[in-house]
């Protein structure tokens, strides 16, 4: 079975600063897609940013990029010029590449890390 | 128009009682999941439904009992509730792999249940 670790409960940036989240996974699968997922006080899941195992290069949307070590089985997020809007609970989560099996798509999440934005 | 809505998005309730949580997409996908999340924020994977088809049956007491009337709608019946089930609950849709190039998931907007 997947699991996936965070292992920063909790992390803080000052406002414009770079913040980087850490994620680590474990898995047999050799395809698969990772994703990081937001989570403001509204408890509103909101998707960051995704990665297909099979793309070597990591994915970018606006402020926020990954560092994916495939062989390290490693996803981290880096979120650069922090806003307060950025605070939140962050979510790393696994999904395999099979439709069936024994995964049909399901997400495997992390523990969650809180992120704080110091004005 | 809300992509994943479930209703109710808070629901207090009294140990022993059935409740149910119903969940809906417009956004045309043909699988549909519960989440459960719990007082540790940990979210876990309950029921999966592909085109009303049951495809996931994770380790869940018997009695919570979801139903798929069509590919849009994927509802959660929870039977003689006790306080352990006190959670948020999500609703999430998408393409199952395979069958479309978009496999994100969206998710609704959760379900608080308190169990008093």
């Known amino acids: 079975a997947q699991t996936v670790t965070q292992s920063q409960p909790e992390m803080s940036v000052q406002e414009a600063e770079t913040v980087t989240l850490s994620c680590t996974y474990d898995t047999s699968e050799s395809d698969y897609y990772l994703f990081w997922y937001k989570q403001p006080p509204s408890r509103q899941m909101i998707l960051v940013i995704r990665q297909e195992a099979y793309k070597q290069q990591n994915a970018t949307e606006n402020r926020f990029s990954v560092n994916f070590q495939k062989a390290a089985k490693s996803f981290s997020l880096k979120i650069s010029d922090s806003q307060l809007g950025d605070a939140a609970m962050y979510f790393c989560a696994y999904r395999g590449w099979e439709a069936g099996g024994t995964s049909y798509g399901k997400l495997t999440f992390g523990q969650g890390t809180i992120l704080t934005v110091h004005p | ?116």
């Open chain 2, 1 to 116: 128009d809300t992509a994943v809505s479930q209703t109710p998005k808070y629901l207090v309730t009294q140990m022993g009682n059935d409740k149910s949580i119903k969940c809906e997409q417009n956004l045309g996908h043909d699988t549909m999941y519960w989440y459960k999340q719990d007082s540790k924020k940990f979210l876990k994977i309950m029921f999966s439904y592909n085109n009303k088809e049951l495809i996931i049956n994770e380790t869940v007491p018997n009695r919570f009992s979801p139903k798929s009337p069509d590919k849009a709608h994927l509802n959660l019946h929870i039977n003689s509730l006790e306080l352990g089930d006190s959670a948020v609950y999500f609703c999430a849709s998408s393409y199952l792999l395979g069958t479309s190039g978009s496999y994100e998931q969206y998710f609704g907007p959760g379900t608080r249940l308190t169990v008093t």
